[in-house]
């Protein structure tokens, strides 16, 4: 378990670079975009391309890490009155199914991209456009993976008790929110 | 095994399976049954790497985190006390100012319970108001400004519609106008409330201009905020993913640079956050693309639309009954996932009535800001719950006036479409 723990936390330290350069690039492109459109008259010809698959960069970057504590947006109408022991099951049986959902993602996202590599497509004036889709079946494999580890320790999903846990509250004044 | 697999979702999603797993799985069979092959759904997915607009959501979602973990919050407030506090039910009238400016910016996913309750809370009821009047008041708070520019709701309705393609362009300027109205309304509405059921109270400080000047010294540098958002908004001046990026690199020049209330350290830690909830949004709405593309394949809003028509024949029962629907819906879901799942539903049908989609975009949010009132699951109530460590009954009992009175808002916001169109 020692290889998972430590891949984990670099799989963790990665990630959380990986969202706050992505999120710099997007603020400082559509910055950049606007100087440039007001000074200049007009902006790089690809920046508009490069924001657009930087947004979906960033989407499935956040869907990622929200992955890793079961975060994601949810309904929990019955979950919330059962028992402690009962909520497990069903965190168990959730992910299972969320788990599957995903690799199915995943494995038709991987065509896709494929079909994609054959037809050539380019971005960004000549860049092949599989290389920037490739984030689609990746993410999904990892939202497979993280709910199959929840599955295994459904203790690492956020509780259902008070469902305010599934929201990014500011950690520092409740002392108590997602970790 | 074709309706098994429906009604298995429907108790998955009870349960507390993520939404953005249940639609993609809704959207995996409806495509697996046409007999349509199933990278679809990833290519449907896809579009979001197409639409310009949704830039505006992780740029406005992170100023709005920024703003709500810096000294911000405590200037707007001690601002409003400064501006408002003389009046009977100063108090109260601040919170309700202050709460609505606030979720504007950040968004109704609860942030304002938390970042401006904990401080408006102690305030009410150190002031005198009772228990009940003053969490039911914080409770209400944490959605009261979301028909005000610029908030992620009013941008992703408008982007669900021109992703339809079916209505005359909606652009998110004009909801942004459109929501002015109805807002202030609502605003309005339980202002007034509030004053004259404190009317025997005296105000607690009378006017004082050295205070206010203390106040907006303090609030200095953020006080230009709405202006450069809000009037470079709907003076035309910005696009509104241009107003976003430079409301996020204002927020950060002053509260980072400038003020240094956020460390640069916790820097990584508030983007990953604002990142979890951008995230979580973006991907239901992209997988929202393909389970709506299936819905319309299988014809199901003219479905729908026949099925209302034969029921219902005038507007005002339709909005009747969209309003009954709406409020259980809001109540049951989260704003997000019933914007991008039902709105493709129901604008057709609402289309077929004369509808404005506009207007329909104004009674869908307003009924969705209610719905996170609504006993027995809306989710004010229990991030308030948590919050303020009291049990969620005492939740309901506190919040039903406001309850009641948002109702009635949404009552005149419906049957009087002028209010909602009167300033496009």
């Given at each position: ?74 309904m929990d109408l019955?979950?919330r ?82 469902s ?16 | ?13 009870l ?93 109704a ?30 409770t209400?708070?944490?959605s ?179 309003n009954l629907f709406l409020l259980l819906l809001g109540a049951l879901l989260d704003i997000?996932s019933a914007?991008?799942?039902v ?21 869908f949010?307003a009924n969705m800001q209610i719905g996170y009132l609504t006993p027995p699951v809306g989710m004010n109530l229990f991030i ?8 969620v009954?005492?939740l309901y009992?506190?919040s039903w006036?406001?309850l009641?009175?948002l109702l009635?808002?949404l ?14």
């Amino acid at each position: 378990m020692k290889w998972l723990r430590q891949g984990r936390a670099v799989a963790e330290r990665l990630e959380r670079l990986l969202l706050s350069l992505l999120l710099l690039a997007l603020a400082g492109l559509a910055l950049l975009q606007i100087v440039q459109r007001n000074l200049l008259g007009s902006g790089f010809v690809w920046s508009d391309e490069l924001l657009r698959l930087l947004v979906l960069w960033l989407c499935l970057a956040g869907a990622m890490r929200a992955s890793r504590h079961g975060s994601h947006i949810r309904m929990d109408l019955l979950a919330r009155w059962l028992p402690p022991v009962g909520q497990r099951v069903v965190v168990r049986l959730v992910q299972a199914v969320t788990a599957l959902v995903c690799l199915v993602l995943a494995w038709h996202g991987g065509r896709f991209v494929r079909l994609e590599a054959e037809f050539a497509s380019q971005v960004l004036g000549g860049w092949p456009a599989w290389w920037f889709q490739s984030i689609v079946p990746l993410a999904f494999a990892v939202m497979a993976w993280r709910a199959v580890l929840l599955m295994l320790w459904p203790q690492q999903a956020e509780t259902f008790e008070g469902s305010a846990d599934a929201l990014p509250l500011p950690a520092d004044r409740t002392g108590e929110g997602a970790p | 095994m074709t309706w098994l697999v429906p009604l298995a979702l429907v108790l998955l999603t009870l349960l507390g399976m993520p939404l953005f797993a249940v639609i993609g799985a809704a959207a995996l069979w409806a495509f697996h049954l046409a007999g349509v092959d199933l990278a679809v759904v990833l290519i449907e997915f896809y579009r979001i790497a197409e639409m310009p607009v949704l830039l505006a959501i992780p740029l406005f979602t992170l100023a709005g985190y920024l703003l709500s973990e810096s000294g911000a919050p405590a200037r707007l407030v001690a601002l409003s006390q400064a501006l408002l506090g003389w009046l009977p039910a100063g108090l109260a009238l601040v919170a309700l100012a202050a709460s609505a400016f606030f979720t504007a910016f950040t968004g109704a996913s609860g942030v304002t319970i938390v970042a401006l309750g904990a401080l408006l809370y102690p305030a009410l009821r150190q002031d005198g108001y009772d228990e009940s009047y003053s969490l039911g008041l914080v409770t209400t708070s944490g959605s009261l400004g979301l028909l005000f520019a610029p908030s992620l709701p009013l941008i992703l309705y408008a982007i669900v519609v021109q992703q339809l393609n079916i209505a005359p362009a909606v652009s998110v300027e004009a909801l942004f106008r459109a929501g002015i109205l109805p807002g202030l309304l609502m605003l309005a509405l339980l202002g007034g409330w509030s004053v004259w059921r404190e009317r025997h109270r005296r105000p607690p400080l009378p006017f004082d201009a050295a205070r206010l000047r203390r106040a907006l010294r303090a609030a200095l540098w953020e006080l230009p905020l709405p202006l450069v958002v809000l009037g470079g908004i709907y003076s035309g001046c910005f696009a509104v993913s241009e107003a976003a990026a430079v409301t996020l690199a204002y927020v950060f020049v002053v509260e980072v640079l400038v003020l240094r209330e956020i460390p640069l350290r916790r820097l990584a830690d508030i983007c990953e956050r604002a990142l979890v909830l951008v995230g979580g949004i973006l991907l239901i709405l992209g997988l929202s693309l393909a389970s709506t593309t299936a819905l319309i394949d299988g014809g199901v809003p003219e479905r729908l639309f026949t099925l209302v028509q034969s029921q219902v024949d005038s507007r005002l029962g339709f909005l009747l009954l969209l309003n009954l629907f709406l409020l259980l819906l809001g109540a049951l879901l989260d704003i997000f996932s019933a914007l991008v799942l039902v709105v493709p539903l129901i604008l057709p049908v609402a289309l077929g009535y004369g509808v404005d989609p506009v207007h329909l975009g104004i009674i869908f949010l307003a009924n969705m800001q209610i719905g996170y009132l609504t006993p027995p699951v809306g989710m004010n109530l229990f991030i308030a719950s948590y919050r303020f460590k009291r049990p969620v009954v005492a939740l309901y009992r506190a919040s039903w006036p406001f309850l009641l009175l948002l109702l009635l808002s949404l009552l005149l916001i419906t049957y009087v479409p002028l209010l909602s169109l009167g300033l496009l």
